[in-house]
């Protein structure tokens, strides 16, 4: 009876993640991937997050050419489409908001899988006092399943692919966010 309704599944099994729950087997139509990244900066959290923390501001992800959006950074309203140098874009929905806390999280909501591979992406970036004596730490985590539903999906759309592809992105954009927060302590 389950396989009648995969699109059914599938929205529930979106919701169940943006929710924080984990999946039942018979949703996962996709095994789910995790990439943690993270990075240890020599600045104040305030400062970090001066970075980080507006929705609408991704200048500081190498590769993002330009930053539109709408809503702020109100959860649900705030909508952002990054544009890169090639002309692809992705388009990404806030999904949770606290700046007293220094941490967000959003969606993907529309990628090309050239760009990056993958689909039912979620992440969240978050700015973590350091302990005493110690720096910084920016984090960047995401869940994700690969761009193709074929159970032997072509090797740039496969698990490792996307893996690969995002944590590629996180090291980037870490290690940038690093050298922009650490110019003017």
Request: negative net charge; glycine residues 8%; aromatic residues 8%.
């Amino acid at each position: 009876m389950v396989g009648a309704y995969p699109g059914l599944i599938r929205v529930c099994g979106i919701l169940l993640l943006e929710l924080g729950l984990p999946l039942p087997a018979s949703a996962q139509e996709l095994p789910l991937q995790k990439v943690v990244e993270s990075v240890e900066i020599d600045a104040a959290p305030e400062k970090v997050w001066s970075v980080v923390g507006t929705f609408h501001d991704m200048s500081w992800l190498p590769g993002v050419v330009k930053t539109s959006g709408t809503g702020g950074n109100t959860p649900k309203e705030a909508k952002r489409t990054l544009a890169f140098g090639s002309g692809a874009t992705i388009e990404e929905e806030l999904t949770h908001y606290n700046a007293a806390g220094l941490t967000y999280s959003y969606r993907i909501v529309q990628v090309d899988p050239k760009v990056l591979p993958v689909t039912h992406y979620t992440s969240t970036l978050t700015v973590l006092a350091p302990e005493a004596g110690g720096k910084t730490k920016l984090e960047w985590e995401g869940a994700f399943a690969r761009a193709s539903t074929e159970k032997e999906p072509p090797p740039e759309f496969n698990d490792a692919a996307a893996v690969k592809a995002v944590t590629a992105v996180y090291r980037a954009g870490l290690e940038n966010v690093k050298k922009k927060s650490e110019i003017s302590k």
